[in-house]
């Protein structure tokens, strides 16, 4: 299915799309990212380094917040997305938040990431929010996944060097 076509369903668990379930992060989650620990249905690489940066932002009860990608085929978690933070005005006065992404290496090229960030952005579209994301301009995958969920403009980059990509609101 085309991201453009993902219709995100809300649920008690969290965002359903075609293949995934979006769960939002609570203090168990991040409880054992931060510590090191295992929880069952985690893939064998999970939590990456990107997972555990983003427990560092994780606030109790922030729907913003991060999300476990759950593969439903599998019903294992193979990666994280979410906003770092709720809503903030820009410059010209419109809401955006940032989002970031990942996966297990073994669950990328599969349209998983595109699939997991069409969902977000649905909802992002939905609350009038205009999304951006900071991507290393080596990392051909993740800007492609950008592209293809409509980030099209560049506002520059950032200290470490990584493009700022914007998405205009929907």
Same mark, same amino acid.
């Given at each position: 299915?085309?991201?453009?076509?993902?219709?995100?369903?809300?649920? $008690?668990?969290?965002?359903?799309?075609?293949?995934?379930?979006?769960?939002?992060?609570? &203090?168990?989650?991040?409880?054992?990212?931060?510590?090191?620990?295992?929880?069952?249905?985690?893939?064998?690489?999970?939590? +990456?380094?990107?997972?555990?940066?983003?427990?560092?932002?994780?606030?109790?009860?922030?729907?913003?917040?991060?999300?476990?990608?759950?593969?439903?085929? &599998?019903?294992?978690?193979? @990666?994280?997305?979410?906003?770092?933070?709720?809503?903030?005005?820009? %410059?010209?006065?419109?809401?955006?938040? %940032?989002?970031?992404?990942?996966?297990?290496?073994?669950?990328? @090229?599969? @349209?998983?990431?595109?699939?997991?960030?069409?969902?977000?952005?649905? +909802?992002?579209?939905?609350?009038?929010?205009?999304? /951006?994301?900071?991507?290393?301009?080596?990392?051909?995958?993740?800007?492609?996944?950008?592209?293809?969920?409509?980030?099209?403009?560049? /506002?520059?980059?950032? %200290?470490?060097?990584?493009?700022?990509?914007? /998405? $205009?609101?929907?």
């Amino acid at each position: 299915m085309p991201e453009h076509d993902v219709r995100p369903a809300a649920s $008690p668990r969290g965002i359903t799309t075609e293949r995934l379930l979006l769960v939002l992060w609570d &203090q168990a989650t991040v409880a054992a990212i931060r510590d090191g620990a295992r929880l069952p249905g985690w893939h064998p690489d999970f939590p +990456r380094e990107d997972d555990r940066g983003a427990a560092a932002l994780w606030r109790d009860g922030d729907p913003w917040g991060p999300r476990s990608i759950v593969s439903l085929k &599998q019903q294992v978690v193979v @990666g994280s997305i979410g906003f770092f933070g709720p809503p903030a005005p820009a %410059e010209d006065g419109v809401p955006e938040a %940032e989002v970031g992404y990942g996966l297990v290496a073994p669950a990328r @090229g599969y @349209g998983l990431a595109t699939e997991a960030l069409g969902a977000v952005l649905a +909802r992002a579209d939905a609350a009038g929010v205009r999304v /951006r994301a900071s991507i290393a301009p080596d990392n051909a995958a993740s800007l492609r996944v950008a592209a293809k969920a409509g980030f099209t403009g560049v /506002r520059g980059s950032t %200290e470490d060097g990584e493009l700022v990509l914007v /998405r $205009p609101g929907r």
